[in-house]
């Protein structure tokens, strides 16, 4: 069944392009769209199912029995950003296929080395709100920016709960240490201070995943652009929520203007998925005095003329953020070679299984 609305008959009045369409996606979609697949977007993922934003209005999907059976993990199954090619039944949607991603925001699954999480997908710019009270990390902050620039995501930093800040100019001097080119945004849901700047900064018919930690003010920054209290913030729900996530699933809004947000639950373990690339962006500093060392190989440990080393003695690098960069570089030197081991081990699995399958079945023929 096709069909006929072509605007999404959401609340909204959105085209497809003005929901982050766009050549890309399209060129993947057409020759399945002379099969007669549908194209969606997911909004919402369940543990069981989907709601997918479509021309026939907001669908209930589930993963076709083919694509659960053919993903080779469960990062290639839907998330919530994916564009979709689909078939409908009614109010139902089979979703057949997930169409190339053009960026991800991703993590090592928490607890399990050799997992990827993805968060949500084809994301243009990534929120990175952090409190302006006791949440405010600066190392954590390093994080987020090394996944949003290995996803190949826009960072733009928000400093919410500004009224609750004493030393907010000392801060903001921090934070552009840290994100030298990376536009801050500074809100109190409390006063409403900075809400005209983010309303006005916001980019329209781009997609803006909201992340940060839990209780930073993500759903009620949410809830403020969307007009109304769609999302629960903990005060709703202040007598149950002792430390807990008000949050609990990632899920796309969007705005009468037509900013699409996507609200994520804090995260606690923020473990990095990720190559060399996001952390040479994050850390460009440290990088271009690496190219200053002595040693074309230097580790800036205990090298004789390491610029990095030099730099910090000289107080223009801070040994925080040196620190920070060794961690973050070993953990991502480990899930390579945990990856690599693993990849190893399945690999001779299936050399084995291989071996076993060829030897019963001459067995058999004998
Ligand atoms: N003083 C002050 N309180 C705020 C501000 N923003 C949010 N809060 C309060 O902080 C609490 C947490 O806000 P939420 O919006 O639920 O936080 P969240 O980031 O969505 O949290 P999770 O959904 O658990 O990830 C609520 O009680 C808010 O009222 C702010 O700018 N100033
Ligand atoms: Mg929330
Ligand atoms: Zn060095």
Redesign the pocket.
């Known amino acids: 069944m096709a069909c006929i609305i072509n605007v999404i008959a959401l609340k909204t009045n959105f085209t497809f392009e003005q929901l982050g369409w766009n050549n890309h996606f399209s060129q993947y979609f057409t020759p399945l769209q002379t099969q007669g697949f549908e194209v969606g977007r997911i909004a919402v993922e369940n543990r069981n199912n989907y709601v997918v934003l479509s021309n026939c209005g907001e669908l209930r999907g589930e993963v076709s029995g083919k694509l659960q059976y053919t993903a080779q993990s469960e990062a290639e199954l839907p998330k919530v950003g994916d564009w979709v090619a689909m078939q409908v039944f009614d109010e139902q949607a089979i979703i057949h296929e997930v169409l190339p991603r053009q960026t991800k925001f991703t993590r090592r699954a928490a607890g399990k080395v050799n997992e990827e999480q993805v968060i949500a997908t084809n994301i243009d710019t990534l929120l990175i709100v952090q409190s302006a009270d006791q949440n405010y990390n600066l190392r954590r902050l390093e994080r987020y920016l090394v996944m949003a620039y290995e996803g190949n995501i826009e960072p733009v930093v928000v400093l919410s709960k500004v009224d609750l800040a004493n030393d907010l100019p000392q801060k903001l001097q921090e934070i552009s240490k840290v994100a030298p080119d990376v536009p801050v945004l500074m809100v109190s849901n409390q006063t409403t201070d900075g809400y005209k700047t983010l309303e006005d900064w916001l980019p329209l018919h781009e997609t803006i995943a909201v992340v940060g930690s839990?209780g930073v003010g993500?759903?009620t920054i949410i809830n403020h652009l969307l007009g109304e209290s769609k999302?629960?913030?903990?005060a709703i729900r202040s007598k149950d929520s002792k430390g807990r996530?008000?949050?609990t699933r990632r899920e796309m809004y969007i705005t009468s203007q037509g900013n699409i947000l996507i609200?994520t639950?804090?995260m606690r373990e923020l473990q990095l998925w990720e190559n060399q690339e996001g952390l040479s962006q994050t850390f460009a500093d440290i990088e271009a005095l690496a190219e200053q060392c002595h040693f074309k190989d230097c580790k800036h440990i205990a090298e004789v003329k390491c610029a990095v080393l030099q730099a910090i003695e000289e107080g223009t690098l801070s040994e925080a953020r040196y620190q920070s960069y060794l961690k973050l570089q070993r953990e991502t030197a480990y899930l390579e070679a945990s990856t690599d081991f693993i990849r190893e081990k399945n690999e001779r699995f299936k050399r084995i299984q291989k071996a076993y399958r060829q030897h019963m079945k001459h067995h058999k023929n004998k």
């Open positions: 839990s993500k759903s999302q629960e913030t903990q996530h008000t949050t609200d639950p804090g």
